[in-house]
């Protein structure tokens, strides 16, 4: 792993405890106990952070804060929130900003480490061979992977989140046949519980609504059973 994960967590004793065995797991880590020297930081090697690892309650600016304040320097970088609260809104309000998966406190470490691996290795551009085009017809809207844009037929342009990127592109992999929902979270999320089947249901009607100008796209429930991505291409 080349990528430096930009690592902020006000607690001391948590801060190093996470910061040394990431590290043995091979992670480049950053870390920072204070989110204006972390903002700072980041601002002046934005290009070498491939990840943001945020503890959500800080004292001087939450990780929330944080977040939106990286977003404006390197737009697309995924975010993981580390948080002792469990609170719907909280969920929603990390999703909103593009948060690739949101951890309650306490978790298993071995977890942790698991899903910023797999993490990276999606927005590395490490996928299937069928996904490694920079730029892609999908039906009749165009895809680019690298800019994280989809532009419809109405020649409308639709910004992605990485998490949205990520849905599509193991939509478009599979293709035309029924996807369950469970192997959708453990492939995105790296786990399959109720909370995260929620923001699943955020993601897809988000999606569809990035889809509804296209003729040769749909995204189809199969009741109890997951969903189905059609797409009609050029024989």
């Known amino acids: 792993m080349t990528e430096k994960i930009l690592f902020v967590e006000d607690e001391q ?10 590290e043995t797991k091979g992670f480049d880590i950053d870390w920072y106990d204070n989110p204006k020297n972390a903002l700072k930081a980041f601002r002046e090697n934005a290009s070498t952070y491939g990840l943001c690892l945020l503890d959500v309650q800080m004292p001087q600016k939450s990780g929330f804060e944080l977040a939106e304040n990286i977003v404006k320097i390197k737009e697309h970088i995924p975010f993981v929130f580390l ?4 609170e719907k809104k909280d969920r929603l309000t990390g999703l ?9 406190k306490p978790f298993d470490i071995d977890e942790l480490a698991l899903k910023l691996k797999n993490i990276l290795k999606m927005t590395s551009g490490a996928v299937a061979p ?4 920079s730029t892609y017809m999908i039906g009749d809207i165009l895809y680019n992977r690298e800019q994280l844009t989809v532009t419809t037929p109405d020649k409308k342009v639709a910004k992605l989140t990485t998490r949205e ?3 599509i592109e193991y939509f478009y992999q599979n293709k035309n046949k029924r996807i369950k929902k469970e192997d959708i979270l453990i492939r995105i999320w790296g786990e399959n519980d109720y909370f995260l089947g929620r923001s699943l249901d955020v993601f897809i009607s988000r999606l569809r609504k990035i889809f509804a100008q296209s003729k ?3 995204l189809s429930n199969v009741y109890g059973a997951g969903y189905i991505f059609n797409v009609e291409e050029e024989v």
């Open 130 to 133: 069928k996904v490694q085009l």
């Open 96 to 104: 909103n900003i593009g948060a690739a998966d949101y951890i309650s």
């Open 83 to 86: 948080t002792a609260r469990t």
């Open 216 to 218: 040769k796209i749909s």
């Open 165 to 167: 990127a990520e849905l």
């Open 13 to 22: 004793d948590l801060g190093s405890l996470i910061k040394q065995y990431l």
